[in-house]
């Protein structure tokens, strides 16, 4: 405990001489911190690294006469800006956990799953038992449930909102405060047992889309777009919630930062091409009185440590790009729940900014693919084909069909498949509660090595980083229904309940440390 606290006001100190705030006592009372002044940094022209097809927008601000004689024509904003949220370090607590856990993580991977409403233990199970409004973050050995770790408890309305780095030691978690005092982005530091708010924001959702913070490989950093006055930036901070930097501020919409693995690089979307600005009276500014806030964007990347940005390609996404290694970035175009007849899957080099399309030579695996999931060494991708056929399909990214599967049917969207750690199996199972099959797992020939018959169905499949442990959720719909996290052997065998002994409901977050 000393060491905490020892910690806790190194933490103190830091964060409050990096943000220039009065010094505000230790204790969970809200504190009311200055907000911080981002200094923008000189906006990049992103680099075409194809030939693209810029759209021309051709709205221009218009000068509104004012009765107020001035020496120059100042365009009236033809839309309110919003406040922008400033980073604070305040609401600090100790986590009750275990001193030694982060030790642990660090060599063994642990199951990370979230409960909620956990019941009454001790009671009637046939009774039924009141809601306990609480949700609990656990961390679980794939060999022992009865040494899981409560990590967190929050209120059930935070909504399992938890992001965890990959290390398993930093935890960013939105909290509800019914109260509204202490409501806001926090996170919890394992290595030092220190948690506090670092940004004091209402919800995750800004401008209309949930906007997720993003774990820097090593858990030191997090990245996440917010809303600013006429637009989204993306902003970096560090964990202790000292030194926050926005990285895209020109004035356009930009969401979905990722990581690359080795923590240089974050590729993004952004909607810059389209709209430069959102800002009234910036050339070609895009008017919100008149245009709709954009759906998707461009996929373009950015160094970290430069903020030198790079156009990687000028399709238009709707979804989150995904990097392969240090240099491949995969991404789709094409929505059809918006109606687009084409779902296409992509991937760019950012070395050579070269993207390429990943599709079969002879055309056969039609016009929307969809749930793709590439193979460790980026080689060869699964992906569902939804057409006039309904198929599972293996290719290489020079489009040359590996193998394919027709037993397996999936409704669109509704499938996950996950690859071992050394790229000799694939696990494949369904979402969100659309569970059809048992425990299955296929092959590099898209041959069954297991084929299980519900109970259990297999929903979010996912191996252990060292390849040892196939984790999943499954229902017993015979029983009552309920979803359950169950740990089998790399082949799907010698499933295990996990979690029968808890009573809410539970959401797998999936493997942490190790």
Request: a negative charge.
């Given at each position: 405990?000393?060491?905490?606290?020892?910690?806790?006001?190194?933490?103190?100190s830091?964060?409050?001489?990096?943000?220039?705030?009065?010094?505000?006592?230790?204790?969970?009372?809200?504190?009311?911190t200055?907000?911080?002044?981002q200094t923008?940094?000189?906006?990049?022209?992103?680099?075409?690294a194809?030939p693209?097809?810029?759209?021309?927008?051709?709205?221009t601000?218009t000068?509104?006469?004012?009765?107020?004689?001035t020496?120059?024509?100042?365009?009236?904003?033809?839309?309110?800006p919003e406040?922008?949220?400033?980073?604070?370090?305040?609401?600090?607590?100790?986590?009750?956990?275990?001193?030694?856990l982060?030790?642990?993580?660090?060599?063994?991977?642990?199951?990370?799953?979230?409960?909620?409403?956990?019941?009454?233990?001790?009671?009637?199970v046939r009774?039924?038992?009141?809601?306990?409004?609480v949700?609990?973050?656990?961390?679980?050995?794939?060999?022992?449930?009865?040494?899981r770790?409560?990590?967190?408890?929050?209120?059930?309305?935070?909504?399992?909102?938890?992001?965890?780095?990959a290390?398993?030691?930093?935890?960013?978690?939105?909290?509800?405060?019914?109260?509204?005092?202490?409501?806001?982005l926090?996170?919890?530091?394992l290595?030092?047992?220190?948690?506090?708010?670092?940004?004091?924001?209402?919800?995750?959702?800004q401008?209309?889309?949930?906007?997720?913070?993003?774990?820097?490989?090593?858990?030191?950093?997090?990245?996440?777009?917010?809303a600013t006055?006429?637009?989204?930036?993306?902003?970096?901070?560090?964990?202790?919630?000292?030194?926050?930097?926005?990285?895209?501020?020109?004035g356009?919409?930009?969401?979905?930062?990722?990581?690359?693995?080795d923590?240089?690089?974050?590729v993004?979307?952004?909607?810059?091409l389209?709209?430069p600005?959102?800002?009234?009276?910036?050339?070609n500014?895009?008017?919100?009185?008149t245009?709709?806030?954009?759906?998707g964007?461009?996929v373009?990347?950015?160094?970290v440590?430069?903020?030198?940005?790079?156009?990687?390609?000028?399709?238009?996404?709707?979804?989150?790009?995904?990097?392969?290694?240090?240099?491949?970035?995969?991404?789709?175009?094409?929505?059809?729940?918006?109606?687009?007849?084409?779902?296409?899957?992509?991937?760019?080099?950012?070395?050579?900014?070269?993207?390429?399309?990943?599709?079969?030579?002879?055309?056969?695996?039609?016009?929307?693919r969809?749930?793709?999931?590439?193979?460790p060494?980026?080689?060869?991708?699964?992906?569902?084909?939804?057409?006039t056929?309904?198929?599972?399909?293996?290719?290489?990214?020079n489009?040359?069909?590996?193998?394919?599967?027709?037993?397996?049917?999936?409704?669109?969207?509704?499938?996950?498949?996950a690859?071992?750690?050394d790229?000799t199996?694939?696990?494949?199972?369904?979402v969100?509660?659309?569970c059809?099959?048992?425990?299955?797992?296929?092959?590099?020939?898209?041959?069954?090595v297991?084929?299980?018959?519900?109970?259990?169905?297999?929903c979010?499949p996912?191996?252990?980083?060292?390849?040892?442990?196939l984790?999943?959720?499954?229902?017993?719909?015979?029983?009552d229904?309920?979803?359950?996290?169950?740990?089998?052997?790399v082949?799907?065998?010698?499933?295990?309940?996990?979690?029968?002994?808890?009573?809410?409901t539970?959401?797998?977050?999936g493997?942490?440390?190790?």
């Amino acid at each position: 405990m000393l060491r905490r606290f020892l910690y806790l006001l190194l933490f103190f100190s830091a964060s409050c001489g990096a943000l220039s705030a009065p010094t505000p006592p230790p204790t969970n009372t809200p504190t009311n911190t200055p907000t911080v002044t981002q200094t923008p940094s000189p906006t990049l022209s992103p680099t075409p690294a194809l030939p693209t097809s810029t759209p021309t927008n051709t709205s221009t601000p218009t000068d509104t006469p004012t009765n107020t004689p001035t020496p120059t024509i100042t365009p009236t904003p033809f839309n309110t800006p919003e406040p922008t949220i400033g980073f604070v370090f305040d609401n600090w607590q100790l986590a009750d956990v275990p001193t030694d856990l982060a030790r642990r993580l660090a060599d063994t991977s642990y199951v990370a799953f979230v409960n909620q409403n956990d019941r009454d233990g001790v009671g009637d199970v046939r009774t039924p038992q009141p809601a306990t409004n609480v949700e609990t973050l656990y961390y679980m050995p794939p060999t022992n449930s009865a040494g899981r770790v409560a990590i967190l408890q929050l209120p059930s309305s935070s909504e399992n909102e938890v992001y965890i780095s990959a290390s398993g030691t930093s935890i960013a978690y939105f909290l509800q405060d019914s109260g509204g005092q202490k409501t806001g982005l926090y996170v919890l530091d394992l290595e030092t047992g220190i948690g506090g708010r670092i940004l004091p924001v209402n919800s995750l959702v800004q401008r209309g889309r949930v906007s997720e913070p993003a774990w820097s490989p090593d858990g030191a950093q997090l990245a996440m777009a917010l809303a600013t006055g006429y637009d989204m930036d993306i902003f970096v901070i560090n964990k202790d919630g000292t030194g926050p930097r926005n990285l895209t501020p020109d004035g356009a919409y930009e969401f979905w930062p990722v990581w690359s693995p080795d923590g240089r690089y974050i590729v993004f979307v952004s909607d810059r091409l389209l709209c430069p600005s959102w800002i009234p009276g910036d050339e070609n500014a895009c008017d919100a009185n008149t245009q709709p806030a954009p759906n998707g964007g461009n996929v373009f990347v950015t160094e970290v440590a430069t903020g030198q940005t790079t156009l990687l390609s000028d399709q238009w996404v709707t979804e989150p790009p995904r990097w392969l290694n240090n240099s491949i970035v995969t991404f789709a175009s094409g929505d059809p729940t918006l109606g687009d007849p084409e779902r296409t899957i992509w991937f760019a080099d950012t070395t050579t900014g070269q993207a390429r399309e990943v599709r079969l030579l002879d055309g056969s695996d039609g016009p929307i693919r969809l749930s793709e999931a590439w193979s460790p060494d980026g080689a060869s991708v699964l992906y569902q084909s939804a057409g006039t056929t309904s198929e599972l399909i293996l290719a290489n990214a020079n489009g040359a069909a590996l193998a394919n599967n027709t037993a397996l049917l999936f409704p669109r969207f509704g499938m996950v498949a996950a690859w071992s750690p050394d790229g000799t199996r694939v696990a494949i199972g369904g979402v969100n509660g659309q569970c059809p099959y048992g425990v299955t797992v296929l092959d590099t020939n898209l041959n069954f090595v297991a084929r299980g018959t519900p109970p259990p169905s297999m929903c979010d499949p996912a191996y252990s980083p060292d390849g040892r442990f196939l984790v999943f959720t499954g229902v017993i719909p015979n029983v009552d229904g309920r979803v359950d996290v169950y740990i089998a052997g790399v082949n799907g065998f010698g499933a295990v309940n996990m979690t029968g002994g808890l009573r809410g409901t539970i959401t797998l977050l999936g493997w942490v440390g190790g």
